[in-house]
């Protein structure tokens, strides 16, 4: 696969910071303001050798513009004009970039919001060439993007997002759950920018080249900030040596980022319409979500208990919404070992339509794992599937041609892998022949909606041995020509045992004998141990368990306790796993016999502690982190509704002032650090962003502060947070500093006389407990 190498352009701060003119708080109306400027940036990327041209429309959200005295329709079309008249002969590329809001489930922005942002974005853009979605961290919040330019422009989409060095975004997303999700839902190049430099980014990009065969885009920054001054430092011929090992790593679309200027543009130039060779990537058979994906090849086991049929308890739940309940379910299947999760909430009373996508959105608060949305009805398929962050797996289609017609289509938007039931009008064949011949029958119709033969993962069916025993050999033999022809295979397992004494006993058995036929995804309640048993055992011998690992790391010892039931769950527990809900019921009955104190300090705060240092050790990651926060802030809003009624008050750890700094609108870090702190007992002044230095001073003094956080994400911004510093040493008891955000390092902390660097929100409450216990 040959593919042609084309150049891209550099930063556009860069120029601005370099021209001498003040930036505004919203660099896009300078599209209104300094025109001349903006077209000569497009200018002189396009002699600098760029094809393709950003317009100056990164941040002209209609959310950003609310208070401006320009519109952002505006702002867009003239930006658009702009580039075009300084490169008349480039493409022009509408720019996209995320909007500064903190996404749900970890903020309170919805998904919904965020695709209605970006429609209307899409839509005032509409004299584009192209359109380019960049500097994201959010896999959702991409994909919210990504979906509403693909719903209302025809133009092509390119999709980067900003990866630090460890291979995740910021919120933690994979290198792999990107590249699987942006090229399922229909990018038609992906890639990665700003965040690091060419060097770093060798090794992602030819990691991305083994999981996609679509255009990689790589536009890093120019190198590392320098730590004494925050500025880039890297010159321009070095750039180029490093953008060249880019090419040979598999990059064919090319530019810079920030600290990059037209002469960067102008060296790298000397590789435009270099050929390079890429293998195809076979872009079926995978499922994840933003923490976690894998390839449906080998044996993957589903937990199946997140299904009302038979269960009065989830029943209830469901009818209640409880969902609480149903995510302990879900977290005891992923702690017994399961690697995705059916979901299926159909019940008398419930509106699957509304429920599932409401499911899927609470599931994914807690639960890495990737979904499998199971449901009769179309609806409430294309529902779940559109919020699902991630690629989900459909359950099911079958060789009805009307069901073909109509979860097809959502398959094929969404780019999720479908469960085919090998049955038709007629019902379930009785011969492995005929069910073969079904499922033939679903690939050919698929192939019509693009979907590959590894999107299509076929159920031959099990009929219970009590009532047809012949049918389990039937069952087995399609197993066997359906996993010979290269089919992933899905089966319900314990459907063979109904009606039976012991159904464990013949479940194992049948599950063994299916493995061995070619079964690679058993659904099964993965909670009972003889099931797993199985399935661990089975990876060995068929050669998936490399030097007998997971079998010695299950069978090694005696087996750790059982996970404990949703009722006898401590309010640690509960909180660690970010069930908001049950805590505050547990808080409340402990509050029956222990002092508020003692519940903050003898439950909350050591599962904040646990939950802190896992995040440190990279077992847990940012969602989670957030959810186990709001699941404390349940319990601390029980405690404050006991201290008004008893009159009693609440003592405070202490008072913190936190801001972004004057001239910087993002505040994601800044609210993350503030709802942690607030759950370890802290009080937060929360001054916002875009907050002048004298605001902050002022408030220092008025309340006698004795820790101030500061946030800046931005390099242009960095001065404010140094005139910050400088004012809040003048004062008479000047209170201690810790500042973050990306831009910022433990150096440039030191250098501007910050008492403390904060690498992320754990840290700060480390840093809040040195200050105020040491005073």
Sequence with gaps: MKQIVKILDGATGTILQNSGIAIPEIPETLNMTQPDLIESIARDYAKAGSQIVYANTFGASPLKFQNSSYSYKECIQSGIVLARKGAPACKIALDIGPLGQLMEPMGSFTFEEAYDQFKEIVLAGKEADLIVIETMSDLYETKAALLAAKEHSDLPVFVTMSFEENERTFTSCTLESMAKTLEALGANAIGFNCSIGPKQMIKMVEKLSTLTSLPIIAKPNAGLPDPSSGTYTMSASEFYEHMESLVEAGASYIGGCCGTSPIFIEQIAKLKGQQIAREEVDSGGWVCSPLYA?????????????????????????????????????????????????????????????????????????????????????????????????????????????????????????????????????????????????????????????????????????????????????????????????????????????????????????????????????????????????????????????????????????????QKAMETLSLQEAVYRGLGKQARLIGEACLKTMKPLEVVERELIPSLDRVGNDYEAGILYLPQLLSSAKAAQEVFGCIKEHLAKTGEKQNSKGTIVLATVEGDIHDIGKNIVKTVLENYGYTIIDLGRDVPAETIVETVKANKIRLVGLSALMTTTLPAMEKTIQLLHQLECPPKIMVGGAVLTPQYANEMQADYYSKDAQDGVRIAKEVFENV
């Excluded at 449906?296 to 009302?308: D, F, S, V, W, Y």
């Excluded at 009769?376 to 779940?384: D, F, K």
């Excluded at 097809?408 to 039931?421: D, E, F, H, R, T």
């Design 294 to 562: 894998f390839c449906t090849k080998g044996i993957h086991p589903i937990g199946e208990r997140l299904n009302p049929t038979g269960k009065k308890r989830f029943q209830q739940a469901l009818l209640e919404e409880d969902l609480d309940y149903i995510v302990s379910i879900a977290l005891e299947q992923k702690e017994a070992g399961a690697d995705l999760l059916d979901v299926n909430v159909g019940h008398p009373g419930v509106d699957e339509v509304k429920m599932l996508p409401k499911l899927v959105k609470r599931l994914q608060s807690v639960i890495d794992l990737p979904l499998m949305l199971d449901s009769s009805n179309p609806n409430a398929l294309e529902a779940g599937a559109r919020v699902y962050n991630g690629i989900c797996a459909l359950n099911s289609v079958s060789a009805e041609k009307k069901k073909m017609q109509e979860v097809m289509p959502i398959a094929q938007k969404y780019g999720c892998s479908l469960v085919c039931l090998c049955l038709d009008e007629e019902g379930i064949p009785n011969s492995a022949k005929k069910r073969v011949e079904l499922a033939h029958r679903i690939a050919q119709q698929a192939s019509q909606y693009l979907l590959s033969k590894n999107d299509l993962w076929f159920d031959p069916l099990t009929l219970t041995v009590s009532s047809q025993p012949d049918q389990a050999i039937e069952t087995l033999d399609a197993l066997k020509e359906l996993s010979k022809e290269g089919y992933s295979c899905v089966l319900g397992v314990s459907n063979i045992s109904f009606g039976l004494p012991a159904r464990q006993m013949i479940t194992q058995a049948f599950l063994a004998q299916s493995l061995y036929a070619g079964l690679n995804l058993p659904i099964i309640n993965v909670n009972v141990d003889r099931y797993m048993d199985t399935i661990v055992s089975s990876r060995l011998l068929l050669n998936e368990d490399l030097k007998a690992q997971k079998y010695i790391e299950r069978f090694h010892a005696l087996k750790a306790e059982p």
